[in-house]
């Protein structure tokens, strides 16, 4: 006992020499990167505003550079690689190197990085031994090896550590902090291919509860970041989660892994000026997100480029003039053949009626004697344009309407309505009927996008800014190359990356503030979280953010409890990419134990939901806990639930339940002695109790959960929402209920 304990310790002290001369590395580094931020503030050069672009462009660049380096000096190592060749690599958050370039740290997302992760003992990929190092803060303070070849067994020098809890289970068994942490030192090899997947179209990963979906795509993000920076530091890639909690929970991921230049919203944030908080009501709600929304919103812009019943009459400086409907009618034709949208098409549609009615205009003055000459058609076409009779007869035939503007509108008239609706929802439209000054809904947001997309701006001064700022940014990059010469010489700074600073500068906004309020922009790659709340309206509204459709989209279609939400990958995104989809599936349950996990699948089996099999890597140490009341106690019970569970330090605790009784539970638990802060919603992920809805709990994990009335989250959004309570807690699953256990669930 006592040898095996001194090898440990003896590994362990050699692989704390070898972090030891890494976080001395980084720590050079940091202060190198220090220096260079104090030099530059301390600058003096900025008499100019050149030279305070270029100072404050630098101070940028050198502090997320320092931010980087921050975030991972706590836990910069986690594992290592002997390979068949004597090679040695040890592998980390960020990539380091010596002075002089040689490497002592590869980066998790290099290709040399991939073996660690997806080597076998079957299929080594030249690796002779993997070594887990278990760290806090800076310690090392446990090892793990896989010994991949046998033959290093056969030549042990007393070297290996073969025992321990194991890096995965650690940290699947720990308690939960209320914000999910990076997996880069557990990954597993199916989640590895698929974060190094060179698909460039849409990826869907299918996983059931507990299977790293969220994780994986988080990584995939960063991995992309890191393997395709040029293609995407520009563009940025937009981070799409169901809520804001949600964005909370995992807004630590991606700095941990050393990347930042995201975008992150929620679906109620994704046009530009709307921030939509609630939802409609489930018919509504089916309704918005039905792809023949489409149709009926395309007929009712076209049903507002409108014709007069009969010609009209009007004097211009004396002289009789028609304005006839035929020409007007022509003029529609003209623009509508110029398929550009209406606001840019209403241009078209001005200068044909214009057009046709100078020559009316002409014929009127030669009639009464005066002379017209060809030259004097430019001025006679002023005139028209700016009598306050035929300005108010174009405005009437083809108003310019602003998206908010268009949609209450539309939404405060049911006769437009009605004339718009195709076939297929023609029944349902009066569910969309309201005031004009009714709040937007979550489910309006892709309806407002789409109506944009529809009245459209004109493009020939977005396409002149364009050209114009791709020629500033070549000589950006030109003159960046020649200040660097002067300025920096530590070859941290590229003259591609202060070019784009100083751009930013310029424009006073981050690359995510630029991006969330532009509706136009396009993200070099998406990620969809919890994709299958997504309707086809809204993934209409997504497939827009990344013309080149680089997707990556996780979800679970068994736990979709959104109205209108996705039931199939196949008919969902398949018309936009075809052959360019590609659907994975992770199958392990990291989260949920398997006596928890057993009966939430029992659940859904009886309920006939799309369950993605999975198995749990642990059986857990409880099985669930059922305990009946009366009908008049469901608040009460849970909170005495939630009591005994803090008397035994188990950790975070969610109740969920649904909506209207989240007020009357957390008012319950609120009256118990010693009870911490009770948090509402997702949000709640910050605290240590926490009341929700089963939609609050997508994506999220805790210590323990406690269900209020599982035939009740039945009841108001399908069996998807208690499958999704059931597989949220990694220890402890409770429930207290007055009605029967729905189907499923032990009697």
């Known amino acids: 006992m006592q040898d095996a304990e001194d090898r440990i310790a003896r590994e362990i002290g050699k692989e704390q020499a070898y972090a030891d001369v890494l976080y001395t590395r980084l720590d050079e580094l940091i202060s190198q990167v220090e220096r260079n931020l104090d030099e530059i503030q301390g600058s003096q050069q900025a008499s100019t505003h050149q030279n305070r672009s270029e100072r404050d462009a630098f101070m940028t660049l050198y502090e997320d550079r320092l931010s980087l380096l921050r ?81 290093v067994l056969e030549q042990d020098q007393g070297d290996l550590v073969l025992q321990g809890e194991g890096a995965l289970l650690a940290a699947v068994s720990g308690k939960r902090t209320g914000r999910m942490g990076d997996i880069v030192a557990t990954i597993q090899a199916e989640q590895d291919r698929i974060i190094r997947s060179g698909n460039r179209g849409v990826l869907v990963v299918q996983g059931g509860p507990g299977t790293g979906k969220t994780a994986v795509a988080l990584h995939r993000a960063a991995y992309l970041l890191y393997t395709h920076r040029r293609r995407l530091e520009h563009t940025g890639v937009l981070i799409m989660a169901p809520t804001a909690g949600f964005l909370r929970y995992i807004e630590r991921v991606l700095p941990s892994l050393g990347e930042s230049g995201v975008v992150m919203m929620t679906p109620g944030d994704l046009f530009p000026g709307v921030q939509a908080t609630e939802h409609d009501d489930d018919e509504v709600a089916r309704l918005k997100g039905d792809a023949a929304m489409a149709q009926l919103l395309s007929r009712a812009v076209k049903q507002r480029q409108l014709v007069p019943e009969r010609d009209q009459q009007i004097r211009l400086d004396g002289t009789a003039l028609t304005l006839a409907a035929a020409d007007v009618r022509a003029a529609r034709k003209e ?43 430019g001025e006679l076409l002023s005139d028209l344009r700016h009598d ?41 439209v009066e569910l969309l009927v309201r005031d004009k000054d ?45 200040v660097i010469e002067n300025i920096d010489t530590s070859g941290i700074v590229r003259a591609e990356d202060l070019a784009e600073r100083v751009n930013q500068v310029r424009d006073g906004r981050t690359l995510a503030e630029r991006a969330s309020a532009e509706r136009s922009w396009t993200y070099g790659h998406v990620v969809v979280d919890e994709a299958q709340e997504h309707s086809a309206m809204s993934w209409r509204a997504l497939m827009r953010r990344a013309p080149t459709k680089s997707f990556t989209v996780v979800g679970d279609v068994a736990q979709t409890s959104a109205a209108g939400g996705t039931a199939s990958w196949t008919d969902a995104l ?30 859904a089996a009886a309920h006939d939901l799309p369950v993605t099999e999975v198995s749990s890597v642990r059986d857990g140490e409880r ?52 009870m911490p802060t009770v948090g509402l919603g997702s949000a709640g992920v910050d605290d240590e109790v926490a009341v929700m809805t089963a939609q609050d709990a997508k994506g999220l994990e805790f210590d323990a959960v406690v269900i209020v009335e599982p035939a009740e989250l039945i009841d108001e959004h399908g069996a998807g929402d208690l499958y999704v309570a059931m597989s949220r807690p990694t220890q402890h699953l409770g429930a207290v209920h007055a009605r029967a256990l729905p189907a499923g669930l032990p009697c």
């Open 574 to 603: 398949g018309p936009y990419v075809q052959d360019r989809l590609e659907v994975e599936h992770l199958t392990v349950n990291y989260r949920t134990p398997a006596r928890i996990m057993d009966r939430a699948l029992a659940m």
């Open 623 to 674: 099985d669930p806990l059922w305990q009946r009341v009366e009908a008049d106690g469901l608040a009460d019970g849970a909170a005495q639930a939630v009591a005994d569970l803090l008397d035994e330090r188990i950790g975070r605790i969610a109740v969920i339940t649904v909506g209207s009784r989240v007020e009357q539970v957390a008012a319950a638990l609120r009256e118990k002695p010693q």
């Open 388 to 428: 306050p009779q035929v300005r108010r007869w174009l405005n009437l035939a083809w108003l310019p309407y602003t998206p908010q503007g268009f949609l209450r509108i539309l939404f405060a008239h049911p006769e437009r309505l009605r004339a718009a609706a195709p076939r297929a929802i023609a029944d349902r």
């Open 71 to 151: 975030s991972v000096s706590r836990s910069v190592v986690f594992g290592r690689l002997d390979m068949d060749d004597a090679a040695r690599h040890y592998i980390g958050r960020i990539g380091l190197f010596t002075p002089e370039r040689e490497q002592l740290l590869v980066d998790w997302r290099a290709p040399a990085a991939a073996a660690f992760y997806r080597a076998t003992s079957t299929e080594r990929l030249g690796v002779r031994l993997r070594r887990h190092l278990v760290s806090r803060n800076r310690t090392v303070v446990g090892l793990e090896d896989d010994v991949l070849d046998q033959s």
């Open 335 to 377: 623009a509508r053949a110029s398929h550009k949208p209406h606001n840019a098409a209403r241009t078209v549609f001005v200068r044909a009626a214009l057009d046709r009615l100078v020559e009316r205009y002409e014929k009127a003055l030669l009639a009464a004697g005066t002379t017209v000459l060809p030259e004097d058609r």
């Open 438 to 482: 009714a709040a937007w809904t979550i489910e309006d947001v892709p309806l407002l996008d789409e109506v944009a997309e529809l009245l459209g701006e004109d493009s020939a001064p977005a396409e002149a800014k364009a050209r114009d700022d791709e020629d500033r940014r070549r000589a950006d990059v030109e003159y960046a190359r020649r």
